[in-house]
Nanobody
Framework: VQLVESGGGLVQPGGSLRLSCAGS????????IGWFRQAPGKEREEVSV????????YYADSVKGRFTISRDNANNKVYLQMNNLKPEDTAVYYC?????????????WGQGTQVTVSS
């Protein structure tokens, strides 16, 4: 069971990135998936969750209206589209899987991908 994030990088404020979370060894569509982030010196923060039942979603207030989580079941991936990025979005972004994402944690974790928003 493995999760692999990709798509991070350096972007200017106001720019966009799309993060991908790929599943290996299990089928993501059967699991609730969460995206989390951790900035230096700060606690890990859950930014978005997508349900396995009906694809209902949750967003933290800090990203609502700017980030969109979605599934690509054909490719066994979950995406996080991030628009209008701000310097405070700079963090390592992780995807997590399992029922614990609804409680702010995860049963399975990826290794993370760095997002840096800077001019």
């Amino acid at each position: 069971v493995q999760l692999v994030e990709s798509g991070g990088g350096l972007v200017q404020p106001g720019g966009s990135l799309r993060l991908s979370c790929a599943g290996s060894g299990f089928t993501l569509e059967y699991y609730p998936i969460g995206w989390f982030r951790q900035a230096p010196g700060k606690e890990r923060e859950e930014v978005s969750v997508i349900s396995s039942r009906d694809n209902s979603t949750y967003y933290a207030d800090s990203v609502k209206g700017r980030f969109t989580i979605s599934r690509d079941n054909a490719n066994n991936k979950v995406y996080l589209q991030m628009n209008n990025l701000k310097p405070e979005d700079t963090a390592v972004y992780y995807c997590g899987a399992g029922a614990s994402v609804w409680a702010g944690w995860a049963d399975y974790w990826g290794q993370g991908t760095q997002v840096t928003v800077s001019s």
